[in-house]
């Protein structure tokens, strides 16, 4: 059998995980700055729990898992019949694979209440899975790293996420845009086009924007019923650049003027906070349907990064009534999420992966016969147990083979023994950089290697 990879999945080496896991410890310190505490939820929900949570599009991109044993037992036999899948997958899948951790997150409150603090504050760093087309940047398999807020209406948790997305891309070393819009403002939008009724599918089409261009929208809202009068009114208003301009176009204490007044506290909750990066961008759609309130994303800023092709790189949201769908209503929570694939890929292609974090040993213990491997071994659990990490090569002579191996690994220090060593119980330590080379005790290798 030839071995395959899946596709949109991917396999990691050391130095991948070595990377990703700074990414990680990068924004789970700055999480936990903040507050937040993390919790985690199982790969599988019920079917019942994801669907009708992220709109068409996204309920279409669900991996959904067959029931066990003989799953046709028990399958609709009309629609095998007439090969409806949608029909037929609900009489056979009664589970799936999570499509974010959002909503797993819902549910995980609902089900925890008794036991949380409110507001509650929460952070999650696992995979989800979308059965999306595999490109750059987009996976059918990835991780996400969100920070939640449960429990609260107020506009200072949306300003702390704002600041913990500036912080943690500033610690990365990587030049972005974090964009802010609000899910009311384009209510706004549809009610001066006329279009309320057509909220969500006025919402998709925008959010396709950046992808499929002016004319790409038009023909998509076209498509969607919008009439022209009102696609003229939405290219309009998506036009402008500055949400204190919309005032004008909305009605005062229309949900389009609440939008705009949200938005503007808080920037003002951010106003002496240094934070550059933030702006408005009135075109900022999200597609998923569960978003009420202020909503995020955030790209690589092309001013410093100009060479850069990748869409999204994080996002998010307030959302007022997710918990609602499980029991427990009128719970409103904000969040975000970083792209943790994509944040990787980026930081490659720019190389702004500090060489420290790679995780290699700090020295190669070798030894010219079997009676020195034993002694290096001695060595080496000496030198572990003061928390240092090192391998020892497991044969012993052909010192120019395990040098090789030394190099490879690119790890910088040999500790090479031999029969002089074993009788003055020390070791003969290569600086593999410089080629210097000392004769060093235990305590003082020990004190070395630190």
Same mark, same amino acid.
């Given at each position: 059998?030839?071995?395959?990879?899946?596709?949109?999945?991917?396999?990691?080496?050391?130095?991948?995980?070595?990377?990703?896991?700074?990414?990680?410890?990068?924004?789970?310190?700055?999480?936990?700055?903040?507050?937040?505490?993390?919790?985690?939820? =199982?790969?599988?929900?019920?079917?019942?729990?994801?669907?009708?949570?992220?709109?068409?599009?996204?309920?279409?991109?669900?991996?959904?898992?067959?029931?066990?044993?003989?799953?046709?037992?028990?399958?609709?036999?009309?629609?095998?019949?007439?090969?409806?899948?949608?029909?037929?997958?609900?009489?056979?899948?009664?589970?799936?694979?999570?499509?974010?951790?959002?909503?797993?997150?819902?549910?995980?409150?609902?089900?925890?209440?008794?036991?949380?603090?409110?507001?509650?504050?929460?952070?999650?760093?696992?995979?989800?899975?979308?059965?999306?087309?595999?490109?750059?940047?987009?996976?059918?398999?990835?991780?996400?790293?969100?920070?939640?807020?449960?429990?609260?209406?107020?506009?200072?948790?949306?300003?702390?996420? &704002?600041?913990?997305?500036?912080?943690?891309?500033?610690?990365?070393?990587?030049? &972005?845009?974090?964009?802010?819009?609000?899910?009311?403002?384009?209510?706004?939008?549809?009610?001066?086009?006329?279009?309320?009724?057509?909220?969500?599918?006025?919402?998709?089409?925008?959010?396709?924007?950046?992808?499929?261009?002016?004319?790409?929208?038009?023909?998509?809202?076209?498509?969607?019923?919008?009439?022209?009068?009102?696609?003229?009114?939405?290219?309009?208003?998506?036009?402008?650049?500055?949400? /204190?301009?919309?005032?004008?176009?909305?009605?005062?204490?229309? +949900?389009?003027? /609440? $939008?705009?007044? +949200?938005?503007?506290?808080?920037?003002?909750?951010? $106003?002496?906070?240094?934070?550059?990066?933030?702006?408005?961008?009135?075109?900022?759609?999200?597609?998923?349907?569960?978003?009420?309130?202020?909503?995020?994303?955030?790209?690589?800023? /092309?001013?410093?990064?100009?060479?850069?092709?990748? $869409?999204?790189?994080?996002?998010?949201?307030?959302?007022?009534?997710?918990?609602?769908?499980?029991?427990?209503?009128?719970?409103?929570?904000?969040?975000?999420?970083?792209?943790? +694939?994509?944040?990787?890929?980026?930081?490659?292609?720019?190389?702004?992966? =500090?060489?420290?974090?790679?995780?290699? =040993?700090?020295?190669?213990?070798?030894?010219?016969?079997?009676?020195?491997? &034993?002694?290096?071994? /001695?060595?080496?659990?000496?030198?572990?147990?003061?928390?240092?990490?090192?391998? &020892?090569?497991?044969?012993?002579?052909?010192?120019?083979?395990?040098?090789?191996?030394?190099?490879?690994? $690119?790890?910088?220090?040999?500790?090479?023994?031999?029969?002089?060593?074993?009788?003055?119980?020390?070791?003969?330590?290569?600086?593999?950089?410089?080629?210097?080379?000392?004769?060093?005790?235990?305590?003082?290798?020990?004190?070395?290697?630190?």
């Amino acid at each position: 059998m030839k071995p395959q990879l899946l596709k949109g999945t991917r396999d990691f080496l050391p130095d991948h995980i070595s990377k990703r896991k700074y990414i990680f410890d990068t924004i789970e310190t700055v999480f936990r700055k903040y507050a937040f505490a993390r919790i985690e939820t =199982p790969a599988m929900e019920a079917l019942e729990t994801l669907t009708g949570k992220y709109g068409e599009e996204g309920d279409k991109l669900l991996f959904k898992i067959l029931n066990n044993g003989n799953f046709l037992d028990k399958a609709d036999a009309s629609a095998l019949e007439a090969k409806d899948s949608q029909k037929l997958a609900l009489s056979i899948a009664k589970r799936g694979l999570r499509y974010d951790l959002t909503v797993p997150f819902a549910r995980f409150v609902v089900l925890h209440q008794n036991e949380l603090v409110f507001p509650f504050k929460r952070y999650q760093i696992q995979p989800v899975w979308r059965a999306d087309r595999p490109q750059k940047g987009r996976y059918q398999e990835f991780y996400q790293c969100d920070a939640d807020v449960v429990g609260s209406e107020s506009l200072l948790y949306e300003a702390e996420l &704002v600041s913990i997305y500036h912080e943690v891309f500033a610690k990365l070393g990587l030049g &972005v845009e974090i964009k802010i819009n609000n899910r009311k403002v384009l209510f706004g939008i549809a009610e001066a086009a006329g279009i309320t009724d057509k909220f969500v599918d006025m919402t998709v089409g925008i959010d396709k924007l950046d992808k499929i261009g002016e004319e790409g929208v038009r023909k998509e809202l076209a498509e969607r019923g919008i009439g022209s009068e009102s696609v003229d009114k939405i290219i309009t208003l998506l036009a402008i650049a500055d949400y /204190k301009q919309l005032r004008e176009h909305f009605a005062e204490g229309s +949900e389009g003027w /609440k $939008g705009l007044q +949200e938005i503007e506290q808080v920037f003002g909750f951010l $106003g002496d906070s240094g934070i550059k990066d933030l702006k408005f961008e009135i075109t900022l759609a999200r597609g998923l349907s569960y978003y009420t309130g202020c909503i995020f994303e955030v790209a690589v800023d /092309k001013s410093k990064h100009p060479n850069v092709v990748m $869409g999204s790189i994080g996002g998010g949201g307030r959302y007022d009534n997710l918990t609602g769908s499980f029991g427990m209503p009128g719970l409103s929570g904000v969040g975000i999420s970083f792209g943790a +694939e994509r944040i990787y890929d980026v930081l490659e292609e720019l190389n702004l992966f =500090p060489t420290e974090v790679l995780e290699k =040993p700090r020295a190669v213990f070798m030894a010219f016969d079997e009676a020195s491997l &034993v002694w290096a071994f /001695k060595a080496a659990q000496a030198v572990r147990a003061e928390g240092i990490d090192v391998e &020892v090569y497991p044969d012993a002579g052909k010192i120019k083979k395990q040098m090789k191996f030394a190099n490879d690994k $690119g790890v910088q220090y040999a500790a090479i023994v031999g029969d002089q060593e074993v009788a003055n119980k020390t070791v003969a330590l290569k600086d593999l950089d410089t080629g210097e080379q000392v004769s060093l005790d235990l305590e003082a290798l020990i004190s070395k290697l630190k």
